[in-house]
T-cell receptor
């Protein structure tokens, strides 16, 4: 039973526009949330994270928003660039899983020129 | 380059064959993990090792065994491969179990026919 869900398997966006990726979780015991980026034939790499005590974290073109009451987080990429084309995984950590990371199914982002 | 090294990168097995996936990290990390990635399922934890000398089951341990050979190396063994074990396998490491800074290897693509 997946505790971290990414319901959109794919997203296509034009270069320069905003990409919005969504993630929902089921367990309120998660205390830290992360986004990983994965290119083909490579392992996932850490992108950005947010603690459950915050509702926003920004790093350059990437911003993560957390809505604890809705158990929902989102990743905004502004502006989107061709190099952002990749699979993005949402992950969560907390006492519910002994602080190991639980991952969502991933969203494949394609940035069109 | 420092990081997590996985071997082999590709493998085809016949049903019933056995094999061991190798993983080594040179970052002096205490914790290591094995994940599998399947379409629509994201990354699922197979086994993990919180520290040298300890191993524990993750979400999907059936059909696998692991060995934490030393602090650097964590191997995953398939004793009798089944088609359901066709997947991409990722090894990861982190400084400690609660540390969210996972570093992933580039993966092993395994096909069982």
């Amino acid at each position: 039973d997946q505790q971290v869900k990414q319901n959109s398997p794919s997203l296509s966006v034009q270069e320069g526009r905003i990409s919005i990726l969504n993630c929902d979780y089921t367990n309120s015991m998660f205390d830290y949330f992360l986004w990983y980026k994965k290119y083909p034939a490579e392992g996932p790499t850490f992108l950005i994270s947010i603690s459950s005590i915050k509702d926003k974290n920004e790093d350059g073109r990437f911003t993560v928003f957390l809505n604890k009451s809705a158990k929902h987080l989102s990743l905004h990429i502004v502006p989107s660039q061709p190099g952002d084309s990749a699979v993005y995984f949402c992950a969560a950590r907390g006492r519910v899983n002994d602080y190991k990371l639980s991952f969502g199914a991933g969203t494949t982002v394609t940035v069109r020129a | 380059n420092a990081g997590v090294t996985q071997t082999p990168k590709f493998q085809v097995l016949k049903t019933g064959q056995s094999m061991t996936l190798q993983c080594a990290q040179d970052m002096n990390h205490n914790s290591m993990y094995w994940y599998r990635q399947d379409p629509g399922m994201g990354l699922r934890l197979i086994y993990y090792s919180a520290s040298e000398g300890t191993t524990d089951k993750g979400e999907v341990p059936n059909g696998y065994n692991v060995s934490r050979l030393n602090k650097r190396e964590f191997s995953l063994r398939l004793e009798s491969a089944a088609p359901s074990q066709t997947s991409v396998y990722f090894c990861a490491s982190s400084e400690a179990l609660g540390n969210y800074g996972y570093t992933f290897g580039s993966g092993t693509r395994l096909t069982v026919v």
